[in-house]
């Protein structure tokens, strides 16, 4: 149980173009989504954190007019990238709980989003 | 600002040894430390959590213990193997979602 998906596994795009990546939960409810960057060799960053049928919360230093978010139902956030550049290329992954279960409530990572803009 | 810190960045290790990577915290204010591994080019693996009011949790080969008053964690691996060559990442949650380590990278040697 408690899986979590990414699509695509990878994407490469132009320059200034926007990009979309899906994050699903596929056997629970997420009320909460999270995502993340990784930069080579880097940790994981919080970008931001999304609750069901509300706005998301950025991190400090995170444009939320650059990096979209929308966590529509229980099942699927989107993250979508706007006008990307070669310095938005990284690893994108997401999580997700329920935080009906209790706080704090156990993140389940999906596998991950390669971004190569070119 | 909770800060995790864990070292060594990296480690090579011949097979069959035993082997610990540690982790530490600034704020001891936690509800639970999760050991992650990550593969190159891949997601998260959670291994174990623990949880403020635990001491230790085992799976397998694997052992991790807490001393949240001090801020640490270690990760005690038993018996290495080639296949347990990644990155383990080290993560806390407090008042403000997980905070990740910058993980330490093991290379077992077969």
């Known amino acids: 149980g408690a899986v979590v998906s990414q699509h695509p596994s990878r994407v490469i795009c132009k320059s200034g173009t926007s990009v979309k990546i899906e994050c699903r939960s596929l056997d629970f409810q997420a009320t909460t989504m999270f995502w993340y960057r990784q930069f080579p060799k880097q940790s994981l960053m919080l970008m931001a954190t999304s609750n069901e049928g509300s706005k998301a919360t950025y991190e400090q230093g995170v444009e939320k007019d650059k990096f979209l978010i929308n966590h529509a139902s229980l099942t699927l956030s989107t993250l979508t990238v706007t006008s990307a550049h070669p310095e938005d290329s990284s690893f994108y992954i997401c999580?997700?709980?329920?935080?009906?279960?209790?706080?704090?409530?156990?993140?389940?990572f999906g596998p991950g989003t390669r971004l190569t803009v070119t | 600002k909770q800060e995790v810190t864990q070292i060594p960045a990296a480690l090579s290790v011949p097979e069959g040894e035993n082997l610990v990577l540690n982790c530490s915290f600034t704020?001891?204010?936690?509800?639970?430390l999760q050991w992650f591994r990550q593969d190159p080019g891949k997601g998260l693996t959670s291994l174990l959590l623990?949880?403020?009011?635990?001491r230790e949790q085992t799976s397998g080969r694997l052992n991790a213990s807490l001393d949240k008053s001090s801020g640490r964690s270690t990760l005690y691996i038993a018996a290495s193997q080639p296949g347990d060559s990644a990155t383990y990442l080290c993560?806390?949650?407090?008042?403000?979602?997980?905070?990740f380590g910058k993980g330490t990278r093991l290379s077992v040697i077969a």
């Open positions: 623990i949880q403020s009011s635990q």
């Open positions: 999580s997700a709980g329920d935080r009906n279960r209790g706080f704090p409530y156990e993140q389940y």
């Open positions: 704020d001891s204010a936690i509800y639970n």
């Open positions: 993560a806390v949650s407090g008042n403000t979602p997980l905070v």
